[in-house]
């Protein structure tokens, strides 16, 4: 199949609705092929939550929003066991997480109890209601959005949650023209109700299988190992990256460049997604550097491997 000329026709209908965001909805994509999970950090009204939308709409698979409130309970996400009088039994009614493409919409606003709830989803791809285990379908994930922790009514995620997800991202203000551009022509109407899916739920499938395909040369695992662990012995952290940062960060660099028309991955790959996969898994002291900065620093003080790249 055209995995490049697919994964371009699915970020040019995001760009239908997010103008000037080319390289978000590819990282969003990069995501979504990597079977990974995807948090959009931001300040209200960037179009965070479009974005998520945009990215679902445009493949024809099932997709459940979920709305984070204080009030929101467990059972709510994962589903629950109701008594059916009839036939004298409990029966299992799935919750909004028994979907393809799941948009939780400010996940930070939720009590962390409630935010527990999608720790088994997002890592084992399974929930366990009474006692009964239900698994989820294929593919999963998990695309949250969030406002930043200074805000008010905002919980900050637990680090267990921050590292199930592959990638964290930011929407950023658009530009004086993409702004212009939005205001005008969304007088009378919304381009979002336009929009439709360019790739099927089959298609998706062959895309993600020819992603996780794509070759990773030993010297370049080696690379995006050496970044990872030097996050582990940087004085200016205090919490590394663990080795589900490692696999992700390689998993996900197989996916772009499998957007990118390669059945191979380069070093370049890795540079390009390590400031989305690390830095919201690392904590630095006080008084140090921030953690993206930091993993800017560690990228440029390790060494690029010369060995072979493309398989043989």
Do not use: W
Request: proline share 6%; glycine share 6%; net charge negative.
């Amino acid at each position: 199949m055209d995995l490049e000329g697919s994964a371009t026709a699915i970020v040019d209908n995001i760009g239908h609705v997010i103008d000037g965001k080319a390289d978000v909805a590819e990282t969003a994509l990069v995501v979504l092929l990597a079977e990974g999970h995807l948090l959009i950090e931001d300040v209200p009204g960037v179009g965070k939550t479009v974005l998520a939308k945009a990215l679902a709409r445009s493949v024809s698979c099932s997709v459940r929003r979920i709305q984070f409130t204080p009030d929101l309970l467990p059972s709510d996400i994962t589903g629950v066991s109701v008594f059916n009088v009839r036939e004298r039994e409990f029966e299992f009614k799935p919750g909004a997480v028994f979907a393809n493409i799941v948009i939780g919409d400010e996940i930070n606003r939720a009590s962390p109890k409630t935010q527990s709830a999608l720790l088994e989803a997002m890592e084992e791809r399974q929930v366990t209601v009474d006692g009964t285990t239900y698994g989820l379908g294929s593919p999963f994930t998990v695309v949250a959005t969030q406002n930043p922790y200074e805000m008010e009514g905002t919980y900050a995620l637990p680090e267990a949650q921050r590292d199930r997800f592959m990638a964290r991202i930011s929407m950023g203000y658009p530009d004086a023209e993409a702004e212009l551009e939005m205001v005008r022509g969304r007088d009378d109407s919304n381009p979002f109700d336009e929009l439709e899916a360019v790739a099927s739920i089959e298609e998706l499938h062959a895309m993600i299988a020819a992603a996780r395909a794509v070759f990773v040369s030993p010297a370049v695992e080696g690379y995006a190992i050496d970044i990872v662990r030097a996050t582990r012995t940087d004085p200016e952290l205090r919490l590394g990256a663990s080795p589900r940062a490692t696999l992700q960060l390689v998993r996900a660099s197989k996916a772009l460049a499998a957007v990118h028309g390669r059945d191979y991955v380069l070093p370049d790959d890795v540079d390009t997604l390590v400031s989305s996969v690390l830095p919201h898994r690392l904590i630095a002291h006080r008084g140090a550097a921030g953690a993206t900065d930091i993993v800017n620093r560690i990228v440029s003080e390790t060494p690029v491997p010369d060995g072979a790249i493309r398989p043989t």
